[in-house]
């Protein structure tokens, strides 16, 4: 019973950095994958063709959940009633406001 409980809180825990940094895991099994295959060089054709699928599949899956976050943060909390341009000088006063913040140590 106890180690139920633990697999569900480590699964809750990797599933939560799968959603919040999705480019980075596809990013790391893909490296690991092609490093394996660079040093076990006896791996079959047949397996590789999959592998090489799966990660085209978890790149596309990673860009379309990227580009939602993206949107989300855009869109989500903009105010409806400011024009574009408006919101485009804000965030350049940001950035300016930003760039004057000393953080070297």
């Keep these: 019973m106890m180690y139920n409980r633990t ?45 090489a699928m799966l990660f085209i599949g978890m790149g596309e899956g990673a860009q379309r959940l990227e580009d939602r976050k993206t949107i989300d943060a855009l869109y989500k909390d903009n105010d409806p009633k400011k024009k574009d341009y408006e919101e485009i000088e804000e965030m350049v006063k940001l950035k300016h406001k930003h760039r004057d913040i000393d953080i070297s140590v």
Excluded: C, D, H
């Design 7 to 51: 697999m569900k809180k480590y699964w809750a825990i990797v599933s939560f950095y799968f959603e919040k940094y999705p480019a980075r895991v596809t990013g790391y099994l893909s490296a690991i994958s092609l490093n394996g295959i660079k040093y076990w060089q006896t791996i079959p054709m047949g397996i590789l063709i999959p592998i």
